[in-house]
């Protein structure tokens, strides 16, 4: 892959030369592209979009490795991926109303994944201290993402959500 194009990958289209927070930025830069392809195309495209993130951020990580050290935050593909995870199951109901999307969805889910992200509970700790390649890079915010999609499932079986929408 092209540097250029690696680093634009990577970054998320630059949202990762976020001064403060780049991690941050890049899971929530990933919100309105979810609820796009959620609204217009449902769980299968969410789940195309997941697929191709999770593919081109490991070849564009693999290639930007080789210029910085370990998971710089320039990197925020990673967050991409993982913040999808939550709102890809959610795509499976029929969406509500915008502003409740937002708060009963897409707000709890991106706590959530960035509690997880930057605690990194094992298995994700492992990934990033113990997987030093692009593979680890990624991993780490997949399982962050799976843990904020199971904290939100947990909450669902208490709390349906059919009974907010």
Avoid at 91 to 101: A, G, M, Q
Wanted: aromatic residues 18%; hydrophobic residues 55%.
């Amino acid at each position: 892959m092209n540097k250029k194009v690696a680093y634009v990958i990577a970054s998320f289209f630059g949202v990762g030369y976020c001064p403060i927070a780049s991690g941050t930025a890049g899971s929530l830069a990933t919100l309105p592209f979810a609820f796009v392809l959620a609204y217009y195309g449902g769980f299968y495209a969410m789940l195309a979009f997941f697929v191709l993130v999770y593919v081109a951020g490991t070849i564009a990580s693999k290639e930007v490795l080789k210029y910085t050290s370990h998971d710089p935050s320039l990197i925020v593909i990673d967050e991409v991926a993982g913040q999808l995870i939550p709102l890809m199951f959610f795509s499976l109901y029929e969406l509500p109303e915008i502003h409740k999307w937002w708060l009963y969805i897409a707000l709890p889910s991106f706590v959530l994944f960035r509690i997880f992200d930057i605690f990194k509970p094992f298995p994700a700790s492992y990934f990033d201290k113990k997987v030093l390649n692009e593979h680890g890079v990624m991993l780490d915010d997949i399982a962050a993402g799976i843990y904020a999609l199971l904290v939100m499932v947990i909450f669902l079986i208490f709390l349906p959500l059919s009974h907010y929408l």
